[in-house]
């Protein structure tokens, strides 16, 4: 699990980070206020609540809830219902893997939400002076669809999020919002973030890593090995 404690505070405090924010928490409570099933799964940021309006009523936080790691993600094959994931991709090596992680753990027809950092934007080729974001790495639109589709996940939608440059200053910020309007009509691949809806196809063919033999605890039907949080 990566250290998205940063992250966080980026978006908590800061005001680039805060209308970031803004944008991406309407983009998920569009994407998953009308997903029903049993259970949801939230990948990191456990002081925000991305599945807010969510219709499941078993929600788990992985760093808070749950801890794990994302490339051995303790939950049964087919048993979670919904996915999100605000960009914890961009701070993981490898992190198909983790997209397969997510495919095999979803439900025929499940949904996996996810939020990146864009590297086609201004913002994706300046975020390694960010003191909070320097360790991401931004993703191409391209290159992220290609290998959900490669892991039998059909895009559902998807929306660009924010063009305003980065500044420190929120009434700056603020002055700044007509660029939002002109970027969705003129240049919406260059918005600084994006978010994708994915659905996992029924048919589908994965190769499920063995527990290791010497693991002797039996896993419950739908946590598995999880280790959960005391509250």
């Not at 391209?142 to 589709?149: D, E, M, R, S």
Request: aromatic share 12%; hydrophobic share 40%; with cysteine.
């Amino acid at each position: 699990m990566p250290n998205l404690q940063k992250l966080q505070q980026w978006l908590l405090y800061t005001a680039h980070g805060k209308y970031t924010l803004l944008n991406e928490t309407k983009f998920y409570q569009n994407a998953v206020h009308n997903v029903f099933g049993y259970y949801s799964l939230q990948i990191g940021l456990p002081e925000l609540n991305f599945l807010n309006g969510n219709k499941i009523n078993n929600h788990y936080v992985i760093g808070k809830d749950i801890k794990c790691n994302l490339f051995n993600l303790p939950f049964e094959t087919n048993s979670v219902d919904l996915i999100v994931c605000p960009h914890a991709l961009e701070f993981m090596p490898n992190y198909e893997l983790i997209l397969n992680e997510f495919q095999r753990v979803l439900i025929p027809r499940g949904k996996l939400v996810i939020t990146v950092f864009n590297s086609s934007s201004f913002f994706g080729h300046q975020i390694k002076n960010n003191e909070y974001l320097n360790n991401a790495t931004p993703i191409k639109l391209n290159i992220i669809k290609k290998q959900l589709n490669n892991l039998h996940f059909s895009i559902q939608g998807g929306k660009f999020l924010g063009y305003c440059p980065i500044v420190k200053n929120e009434k700056t910020l603020s002055r700044l919002g007509f660029i939002d309007k002109i970027g969705d009509r003129w240049f919406p691949t260059l918005a600084n973030s994006f978010g994708l809806v994915a659905v996992k196809n029924i048919a589908t063919f994965i190769k499920i890593k063995k527990q290791p033999q010497s693991y002797q605890a039996k896993p419950s039907p739908i946590l598995g090995t999880a280790k959960i949080c005391q509250k």
